[in-house]
C-alpha cells in the first residue's frame, strides 16, 4: 500500500493534534522541494547550471540554483499562514513575513535551500536541509527567535536530489523516510523509523586538510585505518562533499562523518543551525550521535545566525570512540 506523508502524518504524528499549523508547513515545504528536485533533475537542459555571480553572507559563490531553491522555499513558506518567517543560509539576516503579527504564525523555518552546491555541476547528490521550530516572541519576529538551540526544534529534516529524491524528516518520534514518487509527484513512506547500526566501519572526512587537522582527529583517522581484522578494520573510506549525501548514507548504513575545526577555520566549516542541528536532530532519532567534539550540538546555545561549529556524528559507538580521542 502507498503511504503518503499526508497518510502517515495523519496516523502516526500525535504531536500534530497540538501543533496543527505543522502540517501545512509541510505541506509548503513539499511544494518546493518537488519544483527543486525537478528543476535538479533537468538542470542542464535549462541553462541553469552554473554560478549566479554573487557571493553569499559567507563570501561564498552563490550558483543559480541556490539562488532559485531559496526563492521557491520562501515563496511557499511565506503563503502559510502559519509561518511567520525563515532565515537561509543564503540571506544576510532572517525574513519577517506579513502575517508574523497573527496569532497563528507561530513557526519559523530555517534552511540551507541547496547544500553541496559545488556538486550541482556534476550531477552529484545535493539536497534541502530544514528546521522547524515555535518562535518565542510576540507580535514582531526578533532574531532571537532564530538563535534557539537544537534540542528545541520542533521538526527537522532534508531532502536529498540524488538518484532518487527522497525527504527524511522528525517530528520527535523517529526518523522516516519518504522517496519521491516522480510520476505521481508524490512523496511515499519508503523508509519507517530509520536505525543506524551502532559501528559500521565507514570514514566520511576530507583527507585534504589532514596537515591542518588537531592530533585527536589525525590519531582517529589512523585507528579507523589501522589493520585491526578483530574490528573490521581497516575502514571504508566515503567522502562526496556533500553533507546531505554523506550524512544520508551513513543515516542508513552506518559510519562516522567528521568536518573538524582545522587550524585555518576553529570553528570548522558547517553552519549551527542550517546544517548540524537539523542532521544532529534526525540522527538522534535514528538512534546515532553527534558532538562537537565535546559538547552535544543541540545544547550549544547559537549567537549568531551564520554561526560554524566542528562536528561529527553517526554511528553511536564511533562517536563515543571519537571523542575518546579528544
Ligand atoms: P556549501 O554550503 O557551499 O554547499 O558547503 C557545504 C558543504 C557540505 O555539504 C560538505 O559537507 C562540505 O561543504 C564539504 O566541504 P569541503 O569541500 O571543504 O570538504
Not at 554573487?54 to 511565506?78: A, F, P, R, T, Y
Not at 536530489?161 to 526518523?175: A, E
Not at 523516510?177 to 559501528?199: C, G, M, R, V, W
Not at 585527536?216 to 585505518?225: A, E
Request: hydrophobic share 35%.
Amino acid at each position: 500500500m502507498k503511504i503518503t506523508l499526508d497518510n502517515f502524518f495523519n496516523e502516526k504524528e500525535s504531536i500534530l493534534a497540538s501543533e496543527k499549523g505543522l502540517k501545512e508547513i509541510y505541506e509548503k515545504l513539499e511544494e518546493a522541494t518537488k519544483k527543486i528536485s525537478n528543476v535538479v533533475n533537468h538542470a542542464a537542459l535549462v541553462g541553469i547550471l552554473g554560478k549566479a555571480d554573487k557571493e553569499n553572507i559567507q563570501g561564498e559563490e552563490v550558483m543559480k540554483l541556490d539562488e532559485l531553491s531559496n526563492d521557491w522555499l520562501i515563496e511557499s513558506l511565506k503563503s502559510s499562514k502559519y509561518c511567520a518567517g525563515v532565515a537561509s543560509e543564503e540571506m544576510e539576516t532572517f525574513i519577517a513575513f506579513d502575517q508574523s503579527d497573527n496569532d497563528e504564525a507561530q513557526y519559523i523555518v530555517l534552511f540551507d535551500p541547496l547544500d553541496g552546491s559545488s556538486n550541482i555541476d556534476t550531477c552529484s547528490a545535493i539536497g534541502t536541509i530544514f528546521s522547524i521550530y515555535k518562535r518565542i516572541s510576540k507580535g514582531k519576529l526578533e532574531l532571537a527567535d532564530f538563535l534557539q538551540k537544537g534540542n528545541d526544534i520542533l521538526s527537522a529534516g532534508y531532502v536529498i536530489y540524488g538518484s532518487s529524491t527522497i525527504l527524511v524528516y522528525s517530528m520527535g518520534n523517529g526518523s522516516h523516510a519518504f522517496t519521491l514518487d516522480q510520476k505521481e509527484n508524490e512523496y511515499l513512506l519508503s523508509h519507517e523509523h530509520i536505525q543506524t547500526p551502532a559501528y559500521t566501519p565507514i570514514l566520511s572526512i576530507n583527507f585534504g586538510y589532514y596537515n591542518i587537522y588537531e592530533k585527536s582527529v589525525i590519531d582517529f583517522c589512523h585507528w579507523c585505518l589501522d589493520a585491526d581484522k578483530s574490528s573490521k578494520h581497516p575502514f571504508t573510506q566515503r567522502y562526496i562533499g556533500s553533507m546531505v549525501a554523506d550524512i544520508h548514507r551513513n543515516l542508513l548504513k552506518g559510519g562516522i562523518f567528521i568536518y573538524p575545526a582545522t587550524t585555518e577555520s576553529p570553528n570548522g566549516k558547517l553552519r549551527l543551525q542550517y546544517e548540524c542541528n537539523p542532521l544532529s536532530f534526525i540522527q538522534k532519532q535514528a538512534g546515532g550521535k553527534y558532538t562537537n567534539g565535546s559538547h552535544d550540538i543541540l545544547e550549544i546555545e547559537p549567537t549568531e545566525l551564520h554561526q560554524r561549529v566542528p562536528i561529527a556524528l553517526g554511528s553511536s559507538d564511533l562517536v563515543d570512540k571519537y571523542i575518546s580521542f579528544k
